[in-house]
């Protein structure tokens, strides 16, 4: 089989704002699980922490 991801994201209005519970899973092709793992732990939480807050306000805005 070939390599996959899956994200699962959920939004939730809170009384601060929104609550956003964003979950991935990576599966690799065989062999190549260091490569994914690499690049996760490497910058997957800065990209998100880049991406996110803009999302964030968006969503909120469009929510009203």
Avoid: C, N, Q
Wanted: glycine share 8%.
């Amino acid at each position: 089989p070939g390599a996959t991801a899956r994200a699962l994201a959920s939004l939730e209005r809170t009384d601060a704002g929104t609550s956003i519970r964003w979950t991935y899973t990576f599966h690799a092709k065989r062999g190549r699980g260091w490569i994914v793992a690499a690049i996760v732990r490497l910058f997957w939480a800065r990209y998100m922490s880049r991406v996110l807050p803009p999302i964030a306000r968006a969503v909120e805005s469009a929510a009203g």
